[in-house]
């Protein structure tokens, strides 16, 4: 038979060398990926256990009818989509429509302010002192919690409360406002406590913002002869684009999941008329009676929106990124080329 | 070599056990979102042979606590956190105290437990508030009180309407150791102004009935009060006096014409300017209505809201000048029930614990001098009613037992329903935009069918009188 040179076994041995240094690679990366998985464990399991099984029972329930009166539970029967229909029977449109009213009425001034401040604070001819203290006080309106809000607003809005003896007692009113019983009052404390609680926040995003705007850009503006609105509306605005649809679409998912507010100052009730009734408040209504078939199909309905609006988010994230440049492509390269090592 | 293929392995061994575990965990309460809920279908019957060492009672106000404490002659002593009392014969009371707002949660979290086979975790006694007790007794929770060993006989000087409403399928499964019935309260001063007088009896007379009623009403306005604070005041007096019960049949709410005789009155009292607008009672505006500046001429208020929030409420300057009367119609307001839920473990205890607080005349009398609460035995009560020395300062020294204890026996408790509580809520809150005058009646029943139907989607239609 064939003879065996010597160069063949030599070959022959390097590779199995190479072979066994690449399988000892492997075995190590592999192991270390094991530590991966083990350490990342616990937040899968937490995630399972909190929130991937009360999901997935979340929309298998919403298919049902299923709920408690008194201590006698009814269901769970499948009946298919009649939850999801009685519930846009229900005027669901009307509760979200008055999400988006307290949305609006909060959000643009929300908007415009931090705007006019962030603007104001970050204008070095302006040369405001205490910043700092400025921005401590912008943001502690927020770390009150809505319901102690909610009773001062019940003592200071009564109808025999401070706001109305004063306006009477300056003769702007003659009869007092019922801020709690009529659209227009209710509608008015939902926005301006949303609003009270949210503008600190969005002013110090852009604060950070504009502070990231290279000055150059900003002072080769000037010496081109700009106007400070020109600076503003050409340079500093187009430049926040990213930030502002980042406050808009972030405030208008919290938007969608306003509760707390409207719930304690109208008991829960949303009244008058339930124009202060929002999404989460109507479905609060439904679980107290642990109606899970109702509550599941309209927490599906939020999820899909919710989820569209998501969607939207990481769009804007992205025009982000490349905005500045050729970052994204890098970070995307990178982890390729690590996982190229635990791939053949 | 040999300690790293250990290591690996163990770790390996340990995930895979903590893996297993865990999934395990999170089916069981993935089930257990959905678990039954307590004297529901389940048919497992503890052993219910053994005693367990602590009677569990559950409570919704320190008081019933204080009651046993102060009042039940077996009490050897109680722990330092008052979490338990201490018996003369070894056993303990484990006392379960919630406030009102989580209270019927909490208990049906217990009562979820009434199957366990450790007598320790099911509970022996409980509180319940007449806006729900029927909830628990038609779920078949409770145990007739015959079963533990009280008879009729040991209750015969109870109020007869505090054993009618816990009465199912003829037994008595409730006791209630205080009586709430209702009384108008007025304020003397506003008395004299508009109707001349502040003598009771002349004051009831003019306020027999709602004619008469609406006619006070009228003078009041004219002299620029109000004769009651809001929507919700003169609710329980119409509600008690209902034809049926909200809900008969599991299907249908039958608004009673008592309840469209209240919705009418409190609008014409709105419009009319005769109430001071205030949406419910205990909000804040309603109470300060109370106060020394208000201009409310009365409230209807039971034995627990005069002895003790009126007189918080009128505050120092409103002492004495306060004073009762019958009203128009009787009616109760708030009282509770003590029932003994089914595989209680504690029977003799139990039965004890309740001869003592509610059919002991000598006991229960000095429970109600000493606290200045009204409680179920006609005869301590007409007793103390008799006696010449009876009164309160408050009330300007008015004996108001008398009257309490008059009322109290014309009391009509036969209606009371597993839905009371989410009707009388849904009612009062979907009425005040139409009281408001922002929205039609058509409106306000419209809303009202929409909250009950969230509330009970079981009761899928409303029928409204005429």
Known sequence: ?344 | MGKTAWNRKGTKAVGLAALTGLVAVSLLSGCGGGGKSGGGGKTAMPDTSKEGEVINFCVYQEVTKSFVNDYYPEVESVSDDEEYTYLKDGTKIHWFVYNSEEYQEKLDEHLKKQDSDDPDERIDIMDLEGDYMRKYLEAGVCIPMSEIGIQDSDIEKQYAYTKEAATLNGKVCGLSNEVAPGLFAYRRSIAKDVLGTDDPEKVQEAVSDWTKFDEVAAKMKDKGYYMLSGFADAYRVFSNNMSKPWVSDNQTVEIDPAIMDWIKMTKRYSDEGYNHKTINVFTEEWMKDQGPDGKVFGFFYSTWGINFTLVGNAGDEGFGDWAVCKGPQPFYWGASWFAAPKNMDHPEHVKDILLTLTCNKEIMKKMSIDRNTFVNNVDAMSEIAADPKTGSDFLNGQNHIALFNEVAQNINLKNLGIYDQGCTLDIIYSFSDYFLGNSTLDDAKAAFEKAIEERYPNLTEVVWPE
Request: charged share 15%.
């Open chain 1, 1 to 344: 038979m064939a003879r065996i040179s010597l160069a063949r076994i030599r070959k022959r041995w390097k590779r199995r060398a190479l072979e066994k240094r690449e399988r000892k690679r492997k075995w190590r990366l592999g192991h270390q990926k094991r530590w991966g998985y083990f350490f990342t464990l616990p937040f899968f399991l937490v995630f399972l256990v909190f929130s991937c099984i009360p999901i997935v029972d979340t929309i298998r329930y919403s298919f049902y009818e299923y709920y408690t009166v008194g201590l006698m539970e009814v269901g769970p029967t499948f009946v298919g989509l009649d939850n999801y229909i009685s519930i846009l029977d229900a005027e669901l449109l009307k509760y979200l429509w008055n999400t988006i009213v307290f949305w609006l009425g909060a959000f643009l001034p929300q908007l415009l302010v931090s705007l006019l401040l962030a603007a104001w604070l970050t204008d070095a001819r302006l040369l405001i002192h205490g910043r700092e203290f400025f921005k401590v006080v912008m943001y502690l309106p927020g770390v009150v919690m809505a319901s102690a809000w909610s009773v001062l607003l019940f003592t200071l809005f009564a109808d025999s409360g401070a706001v109305n003896q004063l306006l009477q007692s300056w003769g702007l009113i003659l009869e007092p406002i019922h801020f709690f019983t009529t659209v227009a009052g209710i509608r008015f404390l939902v926005c301006m406590l949303l609003f009270l609680m949210n503008f600190g926040n969005s002013t110090l995003l852009l604060l950070a913002s504009i502070s990231g705007i290279p000055a150059s850009q900003i002072e080769s503006g000037f010496l081109d002869g700009c106007s400070y609105r020109q600076v503003f509306w050409y340079i500093i605005l187009p430049r926040l684009r990213p930030v502002v649809g980042y406050i808009m679409i972030t405030s208008l998912i919290a938007g969608l999941q306003l509760f707390d507010i409207p719930q304690i100052l109208t008991n829960g009730k949303g009244n008058p008329g339930r124009v202060a009734m929002t999404l989460i408040m109507y479905l609060n209504r439904h679980l107290s009676n642990n109606n899970y078939g109702m509550s599941g199909a309209l927490s599906v309905y939020l999820f899909l929106v919710s989820g569209v609006l998501c969607w939207i988010v990481y769009r804007l994230l992205d025009v982000d990124n490349q905005y500045y440049g050729k970052v994204p492509e890098a970070r995307k390269i990178r982890p390729k080329r690590r996982l190229g090592g635990t791939k053949e």
